[in-house]
């Protein structure tokens, strides 16, 4: 289901001309702790891969908020190369278009692509504990069904790589902040956001088997992704991006 390649990973039970892929830490493709010249020339490696061009692809500045936005050909190039004219306050892109690159960078915060496979409309999210908090898999959802009239049964998700529950050591004050997700292992404490939101998707009507997992630790697996939690500042981005070609 998730393919290791040179650069990336890549799901290989999406609809035919789509391309969901999550890039490895062999090459940092965030604006963290390297020159924008470095970072074109990164994300511009990856997107070749992929028959992609730099002025396809369309970011969002990712404030951990639950702000979703509909993209297409007026908005290319957005924070494809410059954090500063990424789409402000957003954390998840949805898309009709053909050929428009949509793409989250993260380092532990879960990924999710979501794909309306009878009406051809694409989105990802950026799914860290405060968006998830905020609901924002739900929010884009309700985005894709109140401007496509997209319906849950028809949406296929993917989770990439995240931190999971084995290594999201989390305080007492989460336990204010969600009811289901959350477990204790002795004086511990530990959050699981994709158990979140699958049950958040759930609710609003995606089907149990639509629902794909690539079940990947980037803690566990720091030496194929970058971890916040494990490098901290010095840590980079992976790319998680989908397309419809």
């Known amino acids: 289901m998730f393919k290791e390649l040179e650069n990336y990973f890549r799901f290989q039970n999406t609809p035919k001309g789509i391309k969901a892929i999550v890039s490895k830490r062999n090459i940092n493709v965030g604006f ?17 891969e992929l028959g ?3 002025d396809q692809l369309i970011c969002a500045q990712q404030i951990h908020s639950n702000g979703v936005c509909i993209v297409g050909r007026d908005e290319k190039g957005r924070g494809a190369i410059r954090y500063s004219d990424a789409l402000a306050d957003i954390d998840a892109l949805i898309t009709k278009e053909k050929n428009i690159a949509i793409a989250v960078f993260c380092a532990d915060c879960l990924p999710i692509f979501l794909i309306d496979k009878k009406k051809d409309i694409i989105a990802i999210v950026h799914a860290g504990w405060k968006s998830t ?6 929010n884009t959802i309700f985005a894709m069904k109140q401007v496509f009239d997209t319906q849950p049964k ?12 084995c290594c999201f050591e989390v305080g007492e004050e989460f336990l204010g902040y969600f009811k289901r997700g959350i477990y204790r292992s002795g004086s511990k404490i530990f959050l699981d956001t994709a158990e979140v939101n699958y049950l958040q998707l759930r609710e609003v009507g995606v089907i149990e088997k639509n629902i794909f997992d690539s079940k990947i630790c980037t803690v566990c697996s720091n030496d194929k992704f970058f971890s ?7 840590c980079g981005r992976q790319m998680a991006l989908i397309v419809r070609q």
């Open 32 to 48: 963290h702790n390297q020159k924008e010249s470095q970072i074109k020339k990164n994300r511009e490696k990856i997107l070749a």
């Open 52 to 54: 992609l061009r730099i």
């Open 133 to 138: 908090k905020k609901a924002i898999v739900k």
């Open 154 to 165: 028809d949406v296929l998700v993917y989770f990439g790589p995240a931190i999971r529950r």
């Open 228 to 234: 916040y939690r494990k490098e901290k500042e010095s």
